[in-house]
């Protein structure tokens, strides 16, 4: 059996070296062969010098460069892409999440499973705001968007081969790869694990990514918020009918007059606002509509090592210049 890593790297050189002899490490106690998928995302840490080393000392790390930072989640797709294992693993560099645990995911996907999720019991080393946010976030996930998202469950699983191949069709711009996942209603086993503090480092998923990923994930799995203006509208309309009905009544029964500008003022202000809260909301749906329609590849690789040509996904990103110097030295062997 073959085992692809996919990893996403943003400025990790502090956990780098770790990561990769302990994947080595845990590798080797496997009878499968394994190759290693870094997706650079942009570094400027000095990752990349190192994850060059890396590449030239081992020919089963195999690294893709993005020329700019793309995003955790195009990174993810851009391994996804290249990965030509049987089984293929998605785990992030900081080692939060144990690579000990691939044993037991490759364990699972004999047993027939398309998809092992890991879901996190405990977490260490993250501040209560991460966590309470979290909690809402999976809590809003489930009820609005889908109810198959798992709660606690992120971007560490691992993929069969059909699975992969399932979930390169979704080419969508806005990324959120839990919810692909669910949507593509595979059979799916969960794996619970304590998540770790991170061994080096600080995190670079910073409280604005954090958020913007929250947002990518509920807008495009869900129109629902766009269906909420439609309930809000109602009910503003009807309040305004109520507010009509009082003042008759106040004039005509109660005789007391209608207190004046302040409340008139406030009403515009409020209304004002909700139409444009409404507009806006319509406005950051057209603007996904947009954005999708330009079709764009969703990364551009600049660099790579030991990445062969004829692996290179071009129909699915750009991929600028791909090293194919590690296969053509191995095809030089077989000849001699
Ligand atoms: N990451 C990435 N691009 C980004 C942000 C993060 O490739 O723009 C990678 C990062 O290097 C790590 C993984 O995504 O391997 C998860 O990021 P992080 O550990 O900072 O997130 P957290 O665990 O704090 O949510
Ligand atoms: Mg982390």
């Given at each position: 059996?073959?085992?692809?890593?996919?990893v996403p790297v943003y400025n990790e050189i502090e956990v780098l070296p770790k990561l990769l002899s302990t994947l080595e490490r845990v590798m080797a106690g496997t009878a499968c062969d394994y190759e290693i998928i870094l997706v650079d995302d942009g570094s400027t840490d000095?990752?990349?010098?190192?994850?060059?080393?890396?590449?030239?000392?081992?020919?089963?790390?195999?690294?893709?460069?993005?020329?700019?930072?793309?995003?955790h989640q195009a990174a993810i797709t851009a391994g996804l892409d290249q990965a030509s294992g049987d089984a293929v693993a998605v785990i992030d560099a900081d080692l939060q999440d144990p690579p000990e645990l691939l044993l037991d995911m490759i364990e699972l996907l004999n047993h027939g499973y398309d998809v092992v999720s890991a879901q996190r019991t405990g977490r260490d080393g993250e501040s209560p705001?991460?966590?309470?946010?979290?909690?809402?976030?999976?809590?809003?996930m489930r009820r609005m968007v889908d109810e198959r998202i798992q709660p606690e469950v992120g971007d560490f699983r691992m993929f069969?081969?059909?699975?992969?191949?399932?979930?390169?069709?979704?080419?969508?711009?806005?990324?959120?790869?839990?919810?692909?996942?669910?949507?593509?209603?595979?059979?799916?086993?969960?794996?619970?694990y304590h998540r770790n503090a991170r061994v080096a480092g600080t995190t670079k998923y910073s409280t604005w990514k954090m958020l913007r990923l929250a947002w990518t994930a509920i807008s495009?799995?869900?129109?629902?918020?766009?269906?909420?203006?439609?309930?809000?509208?109602?009910?503003?309309?009807?309040?305004?009918?109520?507010?009509?009905?009082y003042s008759i009544f106040a004039e005509t029964v109660l005789h007391s007059t209608v207190?004046?500008?302040?409340?008139?003022?406030?009403?515009?202000?409020?209304?004002s606002g909700a139409t444009l809260?409404?507009?806006?909301?319509?406005?950051?749906?057209?603007?996904?509509?947009?954005?999708?329609?330009?079709?764009?590849?969703?990364?551009?690789?600049?660099?790579?090592?030991?990445?062969a040509a004829r692996q290179a996904p071009t129909t699915r990103g750009v991929i600028l210049t791909v090293d194919d110097s590690h296969e053509r030295q191995t095809e030089a062997a077989d000849r001699v």
């Amino acid at each position: 059996m073959r085992v692809s890593i996919v990893v996403p790297v943003y400025n990790e050189i502090e956990v780098l070296p770790k990561l990769l002899s302990t994947l080595e490490r845990v590798m080797a106690g496997t009878a499968c062969d394994y190759e290693i998928i870094l997706v650079d995302d942009g570094s400027t840490d000095g990752s990349v010098p190192l994850l060059k080393s890396a590449a030239a000392a081992d020919a089963r790390v195999k690294v893709l460069f993005f020329g700019r930072n793309f995003g955790h989640q195009a990174a993810i797709t851009a391994g996804l892409d290249q990965a030509s294992g049987d089984a293929v693993a998605v785990i992030d560099a900081d080692l939060q999440d144990p690579p000990e645990l691939l044993l037991d995911m490759i364990e699972l996907l004999n047993h027939g499973y398309d998809v092992v999720s890991a879901q996190r019991t405990g977490r260490d080393g993250e501040s209560p705001v991460k966590r309470l946010t979290a909690t809402f976030f999976y809590w809003v996930m489930r009820r609005m968007v889908d109810e198959r998202i798992q709660p606690e469950v992120g971007d560490f699983r691992m993929f069969s081969r059909r699975a992969v191949i399932a979930i390169r069709q979704l080419r969508e711009q806005h990324r959120f790869m839990r919810g692909m996942v669910a949507w593509l209603g595979l059979k799916e086993v969960i794996l619970p694990y304590h998540r770790n503090a991170r061994v080096a480092g600080t995190t670079k998923y910073s409280t604005w990514k954090m958020l913007r990923l929250a947002w990518t994930a509920i807008s495009s799995f869900s129109a629902l918020p766009l269906r909420l203006t439609i309930w809000f509208g109602f009910f503003v309309t009807a309040v305004g009918f109520g507010y009509a009905f009082y003042s008759i009544f106040a004039e005509t029964v109660l005789h007391s007059t209608v207190p004046g500008w302040t409340s008139l003022v406030c009403l515009n202000i409020v209304f004002s606002g909700a139409t444009l809260m409404a507009i806006g909301l319509v406005g950051d749906y057209i603007a996904r509509i947009y954005e999708e329609a330009k079709g764009r590849p969703l990364y551009v690789v600049t660099e790579s090592a030991n990445v062969a040509a004829r692996q290179a996904p071009t129909t699915r990103g750009v991929i600028l210049t791909v090293d194919d110097s590690h296969e053509r030295q191995t095809e030089a062997a077989d000849r001699v």
